[in-house]
């Protein structure tokens, strides 16, 4: 089954509030990784998080991991029409950042 | 940096058509490239790993036969879908990178058999 769960499934907001999405996951993780995916394009990197941090910020990014709840959430501050794109979790076994597992991924529209 | 281009971004042909997708690192040499495959709507799934110049290693329940990988370069890697039917329509996604770094991806070729 996959590693990585994401909610909610699909996240509707207007432009300027805050989008949280959250990721479980099942085993132990070397690192965590969010990307994000324009419609029927590829996916970009956002942000790393590794097993023994707890948050990271990056822009108006902010990541949390939980290792004792196998749990992570990725919340965009003051978000932006910009914004709107599909946003995966994705679980790295090992150092070496080939083996990842996605999660399904959660859908977020920012209306203007 | 860390570029990938991945070509064509779209693909309509008929059913048993083989259709060749290709992979390039522009600016960096891959020494590892996968492939994932991704249905509307859905998570990526892994469907191979290669390395430079070895096989590639597939994942269970993907056929290596109708999925040849050759990864014949440290900047490309191809994926010729052999005897395309329509149940393999779907989002193709490569991805390169070396060691210790993370995963850059392409933008993803559709795939649409007839």
């Known amino acids: 089954s996959q590693q990585g769960e994401e909610d909610p499934q699909a996240l509707s907001i207007q432009e300027g509030e805050n989008a949280t999405m959250n990721c479980s996951y099942k085993?132990?993780?070397?690192?965590l990784q969010w990307y994000r995916q324009n419609s029927g394009r590829g996916l970009v990197h956002l942000i790393l998080i590794r097993s023994n941090e707890r948050e990271k910020h990056s822009g108006r990014l902010r990541v949390t991991l939980d290792t004792s709840k196998k749990s992570s959430s990725l919340l965009i501050t003051a978000s932006r029409a910009a914004d709107t794109a599909s946003y995966f979790c994705?679980?790295?076994?090992?150092?070496?950042?080939?083996?990842?597992?996605f999660g399904k991924g959660t859908m977020l529209l920012v209306s203007p | 940096g860390a570029v990938v281009s991945q070509h064509p971004s779209r693909v309509i042909c008929k059913s048993g058509t083989s259709v060749k997708i290709e992979c390039r690192s522009l600016?960096?040499?891959?020494?590892?490239m996968f492939w994932y495959r991704q249905f509307p709507k859905q998570s990526l799934m892994l469907m191979a790993t290669?390395?430079?110049?070895?096989?590639?290693?597939?994942e269970q329940g993907v056929e290596k036969d109708k999925f040849l990988i050759n990864h014949a370069s440290l900047t490309l890697s191809t994926l010729t879908v052999t005897s395309a039917h329509p149940e393999d329509s779907s989002f193709y996604i490569c991805?390169?990178?070396?060691?210790?770094?993370?995963?850059?991806f392409g933008d993803g070729t559709r795939l649409s058999i007839l």
């Open positions: 994705a679980t790295d076994l090992t150092s070496g950042y080939s083996t990842l597992t």
């Open positions: 600016d960096f040499q891959a020494t590892t």
């Open positions: 991805s390169a990178k070396r060691p210790n770094q993370p995963q850059h």
């Open positions: 290669s390395n430079e110049g070895s096989k590639a290693t597939y």
């Open positions: 085993t132990s993780i070397n690192n």
